[in-house]
């Protein structure tokens, strides 16, 4: 356990904001540059991703909750990275955000991640599908630390809403 686990889960968070933005089609908030990964913010920053959601009133509406949250992340990241973030390395054990729980959790969101961004156009959102299901493990654990819960919990609800609204507006009901 050491301030590398903190790190990773960060940027992790990080990430799957930045990547949601892009599925709503809006701009990362320059409040998360560079980010703790500042190249990997880059990219999904400036990726080519075809909205997602494309109900005009609940793109509005997702698109305000999302900006709503940038305080939160940015939270998240001093909580983690702040003088006290050690308070929260035997939390993050137990959820297996630590050592190789966490080396195999970040991998599996890298690993999507990577294919949203340097894949073909045409496969992307089935890879943006499979790096927010790994986002939803990660963000999931955290759900369970204490003083973490409840700003992981929020931006994983907003996570779900985008891919509940997607879900919907991509397979419309015949």
């Known amino acids: 356990m050491a301030v590398e686990d903190r790190v990773e889960i960060v940027s992790v968070v990080e990430e799957v904001y930045g990547l949601v933005g892009r599925v709503l089609s809006t701009e990362v908030p320059v409040a998360l540059y560079p980010g703790v990964r500042a190249e990997v913010m880059g990219r999904i920053s400036s990726a080519e991703i075809d909205p997602l959601v494309t109900d005009s009133e609940m793109l509005s509406l997702l698109r305000a909750a999302y900006f709503d949250l940038v305080q939160t992340v940015l939270l998240l990241r ?7 973030g050690e308070n929260y390395d035997s939390s993050l054990q137990l959820v297996q955000l630590t050592g190789n729980g966490r080396r ?18 045409g496969q992307r959102p089935r890879w943006i599908k499979k790096a927010l299901e790994w986002a939803n493990i990660i963000l999931g654990s955290l759900g369970s630390v204490p003083g973490i819960g409840p700003i992981a919990d929020s931006i994983q609800e907003l996570k779900e809403s985008v891919e509940a609204q997607a879900d919907d507006d991509q397979n419309p009901a015949q």
């Not at 959790?105 to 340097?118: E, F, N, P, T, Y």
Request: proline letters at 8%.
């Open 78 to 84: 001093g909580q983690f990275l702040g003088a006290t």
């Open 104 to 121: 195999m959790k970040v991998r599996g969101w890298r690993r999507a991640l990577d294919r949203v961004l340097s894949g073909p156009p």
